[in-house]
């Protein structure tokens, strides 16, 4: 079979600060500096998702963009657009919303929801000159 | 003389909610949807600065892009980068900080610091899909 | 009052294909070259609607966004999108769909929507290589 | 040896339909949507060729990028530019041309081509929001 | 009858290095900073040209985009792609190839190639982030 | 451990001519045609940086952006910007400047001032349309 990777790109504008709760204030403005301000800033995240799989010989899809944009909508836009991801996303409660924590908690998302014989990647852009890919090639 | 527009473009990553206190909590879910999200959400903004002028004889310039880069600097991305709009920026304190009004106040910036012979005009790209200019033409 | 330009992007995919019915063929293979296949080609088109107008101090919009994403849905998306422009948008039936004119058909059946104190334009993308503007300033 | 990828983006213009006859209509309605519509619809495709080897000493080139631009232009370009996929190009008589099955396609094209020392991998951008890449990685 | 505008967007690399004659080698140097290099620097330029007129009623057209490109082509490509503005492009040889410059200048050599009916206007990008528009609007 | 990958994207515009002295002038025009031009063209050319490694559990980062930016300035930006790489670049005194080497070089470069846990790889667009990336996946 021919295995072929297929991307779908989606967007979310969310909120956040970088912060740990194990650090001292000052730690966190000096390992943070401007990416703690307290009252938060915030991006427009653009995501890219990848899955890996055979041609269906009856579609010719690897899996159809409808539906993996629909499974993107409910397990991430939903949830992280126009949202502060410190405050009103439970995954952030305890995790620091970096783009390298955001990435892996999208794809433990739609890990669950992606049949299982394709492989997933994410790539997340916080900005145009800064991003991030879980699994790492 | 020549007239030749000149346009340097920056971004500034903010936090921000739609809200007008004259209007009820009922009202503000209404009129600005997900965007009135009491925890902010937040955008990369790019903004693009038109100086227009005659070309200076002696440095072929309109103005020294170095030196407009400085003055937006100055005036807009220290206030504005990584901050929240609504709580760190005192025009935004009674202003609501919709692309249109941040793009006034961003030209009421930096009016006062481009020489009065040259037209300034604002862009401001809230997202790749929404954005706005000041004056309009 | 301070008048501001909103802009919205939209896009839609449809073939086409240029022919004036008033050429023979050769004239038409002439005049039109490999944009004249008799079996269409087709493209992704990029639409950006500039509206103009006064900030509504109440809710510091020119015009809600939403709204006017609707309106472009409703008027052109739905009746564009995934079509072939010659033979399934009636307008076409007699224009031929070059991009200047599907960007005054856009205008006409925008204009009818937009409120008239707002002015309006039409920018049209074929290709990154190839747009038009209308009305023209 | 080092070995280094290179990269040349190319594009074209087409037009194309989903279908499977071996579905009856009602079911390609279902699988495909509005990208079964009867009449075609098209799309502005961006290609990207990868071409991975080492760097020749004489030249520091891995191939010579007017060689791989003649070569796609020769192998896809000529052949799929301002076309109907499924009526003009051959290989699409029997094969739904899916993004998937239209970078398998130009893959075996080029594949000919490219000396065999050389791997290869194809990236075809439907839209923006929709890619594949062959072979996955 | 309808002005609609056309654009095309064409490309070209050069070297440049600012400097006026006129001023000493401290002044250059203070005024044009790294762009002064002796050795210069390049670019890859990116040019859009602005053509207003009507659209014709036999081709839909404001102006054939082949035509168009042609003039481009022979006008500016072939004189300034992958070549040294100040060394190797006469018109520079006494004028300071600044962005505002360069774009007069491109201005002047398309304003006899292009019908008179037709009005004209030029944006040069020197980086994504710098560039410049001839005549002002 | 979860590997991730972090990009950044930095610029850099700068002169260069395609040259083998061990070539004669002929062969170098045959085999570079126009990037051999005696007098230099150049480019805006985009550099991303790819680093691999395990989340750290204190900040959320692979490696600190800043600090990665930092090391691009100092070992790559410094000396590669606004300069003309045959003559101002120590390394390319022997190398010739192509895409391909250039990665290499700045690969080089950088690789000693990474941890040596991270792994590396470097992607630079030379246009737009023409990148390359090293080492190969």
Redesign the interface.
Known sequence: M??????????F????R?H?P??TDAENAR?????N?V??????YELIV?V?GD?DP?????ID??VLSDIIKIEVLDRF????LN??VPEFAS???????I??VIYDLLRKQIPSEHSLKITLYE???????????
């Open positions: 021919k295995k072929v990777a297929v991307f779908r790109k989606e967007h504008n969310a909120a956040h970088l740990n194990a650090l390992v943070f500096g401007k990416c301000n009252h938060y800033h915030g991006h427009n990848k890996v041609i009856i579609t010719g899809y690897v963009m409808k657009d126009h949202k502060n405050l009103d995790i620091n919303p970096t783009a390298e924590n990435a892996v900005t145009e000159r800064n991003f991030v890919e879980y699994p790492a090639e």
